[in-house]
């Protein structure tokens, strides 16, 4: 079992940075790929970024990639996202994932937060 806990969400101002974090339970951190997921109000959660156990693999959803960097430490069971430039269109609750499997954009997520949000201002 994983508990994840997700941290680092606000309201911002376009063009502003933000870093989410989040802590996950357990010794076996480095086992499990991880990914962020983000979920516009009445819609289904869209994959945002992954990445593998040891680190060296990442994958990101098209129109992230060029601003948003997903990193982890597994000496501190945590994984990251950090966002640049940020616009009105990346306003969502953002939840990190954890899976034993690493699948890039099709991440099933075996394990789930509950969930930051996110507000950037126009």
């Known amino acids: 079992q994983v508990q994840l806990v997700e941290s680092g969400g606000g309201s911002v101002q376009a063009g502003d940075s933000l870093r989410l974090s989040c802590a996950a339970s357990?010794?076996?951190?480095?086992?499990?790929?991880m990914a962020w997921f983000r979920q516009y109000p009445g819609k289904g959660r869209e994959f945002v970024a992954t990445?593998?156990?040891?680190?060296?693999?990442?994958d990101y959803l098209d129109s992230v990639k060029d601003r948003f960097t997903i990193s982890r430490d597994n000496a501190k069971n945590t994984v990251y996202l950090y966002m640049n430039s940020l616009t009105f269109e990346d306003t969502a609750v953002y939840f990190c994932a954890a899976s034993e499997s690493y699948r890039g954009r099709a991440f099933a997520g075996d394990y789930w937060g509950q969930g930051t949000q996110v507000t950037v201002s126009s």
């Open positions: 990445i593998s156990g040891n680190g060296f693999i990442r």
């Open positions: 357990g010794r076996t951190f480095s086992k499990y790929a």
